[in-house]
Structure formats: C-alpha cells, structure tokens
C-alpha cells in the first residue's frame, strides 16, 4: 500500500514538473558521530570522471534510496533520531573486505518504504543492528540474496547479518538466503520482530533465537527447499506463527516435519523443540526451545519452588522456611 502511495506521488511529482526527485546517496561517513541526519556524511554521484561525488545538502529523504556500501573510510551508519525515512536501503557491496554497517539505537527509527537488500545484488559483508530503536520496512528484507560472487565461489561469500539486541523491526517479510546460497544471518536477544506476511528461507541461512519474539503469518518454503539445515536455533525466545501449524495444508505433522528434518532446532541440537497452537498464545503456533536442562517441564507442579520440576526437600525447605509467617495487614489479624 504504502509503495503504490509513494509511486503514485512521484509520478505526481513528475508531472508537475517539480524540482524535487529522487537521488542516490551514497555513504561515507566519519562526521557528527556517524550520525544518519548529517548531510556531510552522505555523498551523491555525478557523471563528471573527473569529480565522480558531490557532496549532499541533506541526508537521504523518502524517495531517495540509501547505499551503505563501505567504499573508503569503514563507519557505522548510526541512527540515532526517530523520522529517518527513505525509498530503498540497499547495503554491502563486491570486492570491499570491510563489510557495511548500521546502526539502530536507542531513540533512532528508520523507516524504508520499499525493499532492504543486506547484500542483494551486490554479495558480500553487512551488519545491520538494531540496539533498542525501531526498524520499519514497508516491503522485503532480503538477507544474502543474489550474491553473484557467491554464486560463482561459494568459499567468498561473505556474511550479511542482522542483529537485534533490543528494539523493534516491523517489516512485510523477511527472506533468507533467496535464489543463490549465501551466508544471510539473523541473531535475536531480544525484542521484536513483527512480520505482516512471510518468513521465507531458502538455501541456507540461519536464524538464532537467543531470546525477544518473531511473529510472522506464515513460513515460506520450508521445508519444500533444498536442504540446507538448520534455519532455526531455538536458544531462547519464541517464534509466533499465525494460526494452527500442527494441522496447516492438510498435514497434522508440518511442525514435527519441521523438527524432525532439523529445520528447527534447539541449542544447536541439544535439546527438544516446543510447539503449541493455541494454548501458549491464543490464535498462534507457538515455538520455542526446552528447557535446556536436559528435560522439558510441560506441566509444573505448583509446589515446585526452585523450578527444576520436582517436588523435593528442596522446595519443603523453602517452604519451611517461611512456616507460620504472616504478613496481613493490619498484623493484629494474624492468628
Ligand atoms: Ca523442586
């Protein structure tokens, strides 16, 4: 919706034969704290040889599209203020051995109207974090897609990884690793990740889930791909499918296929995948690690005061420990 809106304002704009048009902006970095707004940090090129850049008189606006490539000078495009909008953020490019960065902190938001490519197209390093501010993408995020290096050599592909610490991203849909292998990486601590439509992952790719939540309508090709497993570390943290994934396309056992062919695993491996539709989390499937002790609790018992699922001396100490205290208010009503 929001993409048809903006074109439809820039043919408006066109027509009106406004001065106002959508750039490329390039960035370079390494001024106002790599701040996203500073104008000095953002270059747009020309068709002179001889001076191929021209400085920009602002940062990229919301037709503009974002390139974080790492040409000269490595630093970290940080956001650090909320309204940062632009058309298009593309990031990584061939043959630099610095990978591009940006960062999303506290009290920043970014918004892209359109499509993310973390390495879309061009095939190689980038990191993008997102360290408590909000992430908003209108369209796809692509992660490691169409890496032509890769696709040539599979030993250059170099990693394109997506980091949330704490914050937000909201986006249409996530996509690993689409038409060519590649190294796209998705590490969650926590916060959120909301996706209105699809989680897709295709050939390779790895999402951990050290903790936060990921709620998606649906997972996209999986497990019809190729088999390149794992896709998902349950370390922590939940993912939420919209709807009953026990039962969906007719197959009752889509979530135990997708356990049983090591798409979705736990600590590496180590421990039983969880999953429930409706009982965790009213109208989703929810997924999740085990305990990561060696066994799962489904069903604690109540007296079970140190939570290791057993009702022991342990826990008739902890409870003796408080034997007979009353703490009522007003005290004279303690017996
Ligand atoms: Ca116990």
Do not use: H
């Amino acid at each position: 919706m929001m993409k048809n809106l903006v074109w439809i304002f820039c043919v408006g704009l066109l027509a009106m034969g406004s001065s106002v048009y959508a750039a490329n902006y390039y960035w370079f970095g390494g001024s106002a704290g790599d701040s996203w707004g500073a104008a000095q940090n953002w270059k747009i090129p020309t068709s002179d040889p001889e001076n191929p850049w021209s400085d920009a008189t602002s940062a990229p606006g919301y037709m503009d599209v974002a390139y974080i490539l790492s040409l000269d000078g490595q630093t970290t495009a940080t956001v650090d203020q909320t309204g940062y909008e632009v058309f298009q953020l593309q990031l990584g490019v061939n043959w630099n051995p610095n990978p591009a960065k940006v960062l999303i902190q506290a009290g920043g938001e970014l918004t892209v109207a359109t499509t993310v490519g973390m390495g879309w197209d061009q095939g190689v390093g980038c990191e993008l974090t997102v360290d408590g501010g909000t992430w908003n993408v209108d369209g796809q995020i692509y992660i490691g897609d169409r890496s032509a290096t890769a696709q040539l050599d599979p030993s250059a592909a170099k990693e394109c990884l997506l980091v949330i610490n704490s914050g937000t991203l909201n986006a249409d849909s996530l996509f690993l690793n689409t038409n060519n292998a590649f190294n796209g990486q998705v590490e969650m601590y926590s916060g959120n990740i909301n996706l209105d439509t699809i989680l897709y992952f295709d050939r390779g790719g790895t999402m951990t889930l050290y903790g936060g939540t990921v709620k998606a309508k649906q997972l996209g090709n999986v497990p019809q791909s190729l088999p390149v497993i794992p896709v998902i570390d349950f370390r922590g943290g939940t993912l939420l499918l919209e709807g009953d994934w026990m039962v969906i396309n007719g197959n009752i056992n889509l979530m135990d296929d997708l356990r049983d062919g090591g798409y979705f695993i736990a600590y590496g491996g180590a421990n039983e995948v969880l999953a429930d539709y409706n009982i965790t989390t009213p109208g989703y499937t929810t997924v999740r690690a085990g305990a990561g002790v060696g066994y799962n609790c489904f069903n604690q018992p109540s007296a079970d005061f140190d939570g290791d699922c057993r009702v022991t001396l342990v826990d008739f100490a902890e409870m003796a420990s408080e034997w007979l205290k009353c703490n009522r208010v007003p005290a004279d009503t303690c017996p």
